[in-house]
């Protein structure tokens, strides 16, 4: 145990300072965290990390196809049931999604992130079964890894960008078999390709829920179960991994024991009602200065993201479609555009995972890279005359855009404290998706056909890429920052 003592002694004259400070964690969890972190690092990454990686993906992939479904079939579905308000079909998604996003974010702090993870996928309505799948892969993967490679947790979103490929691609065939958008009558049997499209969807759901449930046994994590008191069950769950893989494992109950007793992050839940949880685990995330700018600034950053992202890439099929004039020879055929902006997304988070290991870049140089980027695209977009350039341009859009968000995924959990993390990330991902009922509101005054949204997806992206650089802490490389 000395070199785990001699690591907790470098590791606290680093971070001894900061953690009180940032989170108001109090000593003793303070102190097992940093300790359940050494023990990780002494397992190290096994193929265990691996499969975490594909199944916790899987959260990502899910929620990406199946809110590009909405965009893609909301014209059909408009042409058959002529419903009053034509962007209905998107702000319903997203109201699922703002409330699926409290409800498993609160539930996995409260509950466990086991049962959640291996639940989430299996619920019927789908936006607020997908509502927290992004906040509870990314802190699952987090709370395994070990420090040194937690940049992995930024190449996690690369699965995002494969649900969105698979949206495409499926649309291609499909959606041929669709109602003329004409304003003619629109039959049922004359529109059946976004219910293809539904369905094939719905199928490759319900087989990444199986696999997440049959490929992996995946117990509680460390971080939930050292913040709710459970130490006897952490040395079993890593000393299982550490013999699984033949690691050396020296952590022991002694030694977690030690450190004293945690009194925060565990709360009573025969006595306390869910609004009341809520309230502890938010107020949980301000109990310092540092720590309230850190959480308004990262809630900040998922809103500005939130209304610049589906205002152009939720109606992307219009944007495609609106460059392409009756005359022009339809060599780029809109959803063959549409799949393969949509592949562009897959190598971003791969690109920001290498970027954000660099020591001059790290997490926030990386967003600050993303956002700008991604808003010099924005603009490049605005001078597109053909459905080659259209095409061009929305590709960089994919491409850079991802560079960004993948950052933010991972730095949001880096930066919350475990006890809460998994509501703080809920929070974020709820203002996320309130900005997306606010970007169909927005597209429904200002016509896609015009410049417009454009205009406001890059102001929003410039103030996102000045938020980045405000950030008071850097996680790159750093230890217990979760804490």
């Not at 990780?40 to 992939?61: E, M, N, P, R, W």
């Not at 930066?415 to 970007?439: E, K």
Request: charge should be negative; hydrophobic fraction near 45%; charged fraction near 15%.
């Amino acid at each position: 145990m000395s070199l785990l003592r001699g690591d907790q002694e470098a590791a606290s004259s680093e971070t001894s300072v900061l953690l009180p400070k940032r989170h108001g964690a109090d000593d003793a969890l303070a102190d097992k965290m940093r300790l359940v972190d050494q023990a990780i690092d002494q397992i190290g990454f096994t193929t265990y990390h691996v499969k975490l990686f594909c199944l916790s993906g899987f959260g990502y992939a899910a929620d990406s196809l199946m809110g590009f479904l909405i965009s893609i079939a909301a014209d059909q579905v408009v042409a058959e049931y002529h419903p009053s308000w034509s962007r209905s079909g998107p702000v319903a998604l997203y109201a699922g999604l703002l409330l699926g996003s409290i409800c498993w974010g609160l539930g996995a702090d409260v509950l466990g992130r086991r049962g959640a993870f291996h639940f989430s996928l299996f619920v019927s309505m789908s936006g607020f079964g997908e509502g927290g799948n992004i906040a509870l892969d990314a802190t699952v993967f987090l709370e395994f890894l070990p420090s040194r490679k937690r940049w992995m947790v930024t190449t996690l979103a690369c699965w995002w960008g494969v649900g969105q490929t698979a949206a495409g691609l499926f649309a291609w065939p499909f959606m041929k078999y669709s109602c003329p958008l004409d304003g003619s009558d629109c039959a049922r049997g004359d529109n059946m390709g976004w219910r293809y499209l539904y369905i094939t969807a719905g199928g490759i759901v319900l087989l990444m829920a199986l696999a997440r449930s049959l490929l992996i046994h995946l117990q509680e994590t460390p971080h939930y179960l050292v913040s709710h008191g459970q130490d006897a069950e952490v040395v079993s769950l890593l000393g299982g991994l550490a013999t699984t893989y033949g690691r050396p494992f020296d952590l022991t109950l002694e030694n977690l024991q030690d450190c004293g007793d945690v009194t925060d992050g565990s709360t009573d839940t025969d006595h306390t009602s869910w609004l009341e949880e809520l309230r502890i685990h938010v107020s949980g995330l301000f109990t310092t200065h540092s720590s309230m700018l850190t959480v308004i600034l990262l809630w900040l950053a998922w809103g500005l993201i939130g209304l610049a992202y589906p205002l152009f890439y939720m109606f992307l099929p219009e944007y495609l479609a609106s460059c392409q004039s009756d005359s022009e020879d339809e060599s780029v055929n809109v959803w063959v555009g549409f799949a393969l902006t949509n592949l562009c997304a897959i190598p971003g988070p791969i690109i920001a995972g290498g970027l954000c290991a660099l020591p001059v870049v790290g997490r926030k140089g990386t967003m600050f890279v993303g956002a700008m980027v991604t808003m010099a695209s924005f603009i490049g977009y605005t001078t597109v005359t053909t459905a080659h350039q259209s095409l061009f341009w929305s590709c960089s859009i994919s491409l850079c855009i991802n560079i960004y968000y993948a950052n933010l995924y991972a730095y949001t959990p880096e930066l919350l404290p475990a006890a809460h993390r998994a509501t703080g990330y809920g929070v974020a991902l709820a203002i996320n998706r309130l900005m997306g009922i606010v970007a169909a509101l927005v597209v429904t005054v200002f016509s896609t056909a015009t410049a417009t949204p454009l205009y406001i997806c890059a102001g929003l992206l410039a103030i996102a890429a000045m938020v980045s650089l405000t950030f008071p802490v850097e996680t790159q490389d750093k230890v217990d920052l979760d804490e």
